[in-house]
């Protein structure tokens, strides 16, 4: 499997040949994701919110959430592809719904987990409901929303390749050219920069939990 | 357009033949049980094993997160070439291959997890009445983790079901032929055909998991929980 010509596993030559591709896939693929998951989260911190003020909303929001999810990736795109049509949206829509559930269920049992004595003694210290959750509530919660964006990215990250079968671009249009051509030096482009780019977003990730929350560190965790 | 899905699975030859609804559902099916096994088959056991030995917690969070960085399209993609170069073929093997990867560190983690998470009072005191460290773990530690032992197969076989549509785009002749097909010929009554058969059986598939996880734990009402994968 040296790489010298095009039927080797990867041939250097169309990598060199081809960078300035390569790049913009990059640029499309992050796009997509950093996209669906920022909606993603501005929608489930709006559910979550709601399922923590009204209680018997989370079995409804989250049982729905958890059914989208179920749905293959493939088959929702293909649901959506003849009411939206191949463009971003059909692609957001169906990458949106994906990180519902992941956040949705989160956040709520993030925010849930924080002790009560806390919250007694934030009431005690006289803050107002919306005060507690900003400055209490959301700090302590922050390693699970941070574990849940960790999720929900590395997630994303894998559907956009599947998005780019329905030509949105990313690394997943070098997939279904290569395997369409039986050309495997694009394949391997393609799947090869999509984990990287999954466990390169999955590393910034776990250094925004450290500097989010420095009193994790103070504190070690120890083994039960 | 629901006009022409209906148009479309109501007509009796869009049934038969190799590629039909019955036998790409079947085919699908088929290979989503086998890649379920052979799964279950490599993961389960050390997972058991390191579970009792209370050891590998850092191997279980590696596998985890490995598992859920690797796109399945790229390492379905990625077995393709991998497949034809040793003679394999196309089709059945490459998905094959890559859906049981896929499938491996959800069952791995859960069944890890379940099994380490009995409570040690409880291990200590059927050792006490003399069990064998074989009975041990069939009569006292599989029954009390398998709520998330089951937690774990199934997350991996809905995964499974998900991923095989994908197989299509190597060959493989199962649902997801037609929603490929449908993509290539423009053809929306496919398209919907495939996309509504598959979320049918994942759909199908979970509620069993449903019914059979409250058959096999009477005494505890099963959890459908996404963050057994993610505490740290």
């Known amino acids: 499997m040296i790489a010298t010509d095009k039927d080797s596993f990867i041939w250097w030559d169309w990598v060199g040949r081809h960078t300035a591709q390569i790049q913009s896939a990059t640029y499309e693929h992050l796009r997509l994701t950093l996209l669906a998951v920022a909606i993603g989260f501005a929608v489930s911190l709006v559910l979550s919110a709601v399922c923590l003020r009204f209680r018997w909303t989370f079995t409804p929001i989250a049982g729905f959430a958890g059914l989208l999810y179920t749905i293959p990736s493939l088959a929702l795109f293909a649901f959506l592809l ?143 | 357009m629901f006009r022409a899905f209906v148009d479309y699975v109501t007509v009796a030859s869009h049934w038969s033949g190799t590629s039909g609804i019955a036998h790409r559902t079947e085919e699908h099916l088929r290979l989503s049980g086998a890649v379920v096994l052979a799964a279950a088959v490599i993961a389960l056991p050390p997972a058991f094993w390191l579970g009792r030995a209370r050891r590998g917690g850092f191997l279980a969070q590696s596998v985890v997160n490995v598992g859920r960085a690797v796109p399945s399209l790229a390492i379905l993609a990625l077995l393709f070439p991998i497949s034809l170069r040793f003679g394999f073929g196309l089709g059945f093997w490459p998905t094959f291959a890559a859906l049981v990867i896929l ?25 006490g009445m003399g069990m064998r460290p074989f009975e041990v773990l069939t009569r006292v530690e599989i029954p009390s983790g398998l709520t998330l032992i089951m937690t774990g197969v199934r997350i991996a ?37 495939g996309a509504v058969a598959v979320a049918l059986c994942a759909l199908v598939v979970d509620l069993v998991f449903g019914v059979v996880a409250r058959r096999v734990t009477p005494w505890r009402a099963p959890e459908i929980n996404l963050r057994k994968e993610s505490e740290s």
Do not use: C, H
């Open chain 2, 157 to 193: 076989t809905l995964q499974v079901i998900a991923t095989a549509t994908l197989g299509a785009y190597v060959g493989f002749n199962g649902l997801g032929s037609f929603i490929n097909e449908g993509f290539r010929q423009r053809d929306d009554a496919k398209l919907l055909t």
């Open chain 1, 82 to 224: 003849p009411i939206t049509g191949f463009n971003t949206l059909t692609a957001e829509i169906g990458l949106v719904s994906y990180t519902l559930a992941i956040f949705v269920r989160n956040i709520v049992a993030g925010v849930e987990s924080v002790s009560p004595a806390v919250i007694d003694a934030a009431d005690g210290m006289g803050l107002t409901r919306l005060r507690r959750l900003a400055t209490v509530d959301v700090p302590l919660a922050a390693p699970a929303i941070v574990a849940a964006l960790r999720i929900a990215t590395v997630t994303t990250v894998g559907l956009v390749t599947v998005t780019g079968l329905i030509g949105q671009g990313g690394y997943g249009s070098f997939i279904e050219s290569g395997l369409s051509r039986n050309f495997s030096t694009e394949i391997v482009v393609g799947g090869g920069l999509s984990i990287v780019m999954a466990v390169a977003l999955d590393a910034v990730l776990v250094g925004v939990e450290r500097i989010a929350t420095p009193w994790t560190r103070a504190r070690p965790r120890r083994g039960t």
């Open chain 2, 103 to 127: 499938a491996i560190p959800p069952m791995f983690t859960n069944a890890y997890t379940g099994i380490r998470s009995v409570d040690p009072s409880v291990v200590d005191a059927s050792q």
